[in-house]
């Protein structure tokens, strides 16, 4: 049978994609085609998943009727002219952080809805939150096929494109921040005497229970806080050199320069 979706890039984010959407079985493979740049890494992905590797642009977009742009962002600026045409009434579904719906859609200009996403690099392994909105409002069935094609990465919210440099800021590079704050633990276990390996693997399985014990109780990370808090105790201590370093301020100022990085980079 003709395939339905084609990918443009067929990178970590869209064999991500690409896989969760074979693992659920919401597409079968031969429902799936690709291309690449050099065609190798397209050329891979269909050998070890079964989907099509297509190089020929208009073999590629002719049958499938929903186009994922998944190719790096800087590549925009230099896309085939002809996917203007080839791209006329299908839905486009942008992987590309930073690039807005109004550029998007300057290159797709008469597909039927233009849809821009934001995932993280949890997403690689189905455990990623991606924001997503549209140039017009969704069609039903063009809804309910973004959400199954973004569950395929985790979880998934619709959001204005207004708030998109904040998801960026804090969805988008977070997994940065969240991999720096680790990292500073376990070096602060090595500080205090634990050899390299334990405090590495402490700090991994310490940030990974409590991220868990987060999600499954539903409370706010003030209140679990508090639940390891006794006065006076070792926790408190630690506590007490986080609030006079103004932790949180830091936090939020770190937040705010990716927020405001993330605008101007949406800007070229």
Do not use: W
């Not at 074979?22 to 799936?32: E, M």
């Not at 994922?68 to 896309?79: E, T």
């Not at 708030?163 to 991999?179: C, E, K, N, Y």
């Not at 986080?242 to 301020?249: G, I, M, S, T, V």
């Amino acid at each position: 049978m003709a395939h339905s979706l084609a990918f443009l890039g067929s990178g970590r984010l869209g064999s991500a994609i690409i896989r969760g959407l074979l693992a659920q079985k919401i597409y079968a493979p031969a429902a799936i085609a690709c291309t690449s740049k050099s065609g190798a890494t397209a050329a891979k992905l269909a050998a070890d998943t079964g989907i099509v590797s297509e190089p020929d642009l208009a073999r590629l977009l002719g049958p499938a009727d929903i186009v994922v742009v998944a190719f790096k962002p800087q590549s925009l600026a230099s896309a085939d002219p002809r996917l203007a045409e080839l791209t006329a009434g299908k839905l486009v579904i942008s992987l590309l952080a930073g690039k807005r719906l109004a550029r998007l859609a300057q290159v797709f200009p008469r597909a039927r809805n233009v849809v821009r996403t934001m995932p993280n690099t949890p997403a690689a392994i189905g455990a990623g939150i991606t924001a997503y909105c549209s140039a017009a409002p969704l069609a039903e069935a063009d809804r309910s096929a973004v959400e199954r094609m973004l569950g395929a990465l985790g979880e998934f919210l619709a959001l204005e494109e207004k708030h998109f440099d904040a998801v960026t800021a804090v969805g988008g590079s977070g997994p940065g921040f969240v991999f720096e704050f680790i990292g500073a633990l376990r070096d602060g276990g090595v500080a205090a005497g634990l050899p390299a390996d334990i405090a590495q693997r402490l700090a991994v399985q310490t940030a990974l229970g409590s991220m868990k014990l987060l999600a499954h109780t539903g409370a706010t990370p003030e209140a679990l806080r508090d639940q390891v808090v006794s006065p006076n105790g070792t926790t408190y201590a630690g506590l007490q050199v986080l609030a006079h370093a103004k932790f949180r301020d830091l936090i939020r100022d770190t937040i705010l320069a990716a927020s405001k990085r993330a605008d101007e980079l949406s800007r070229d």
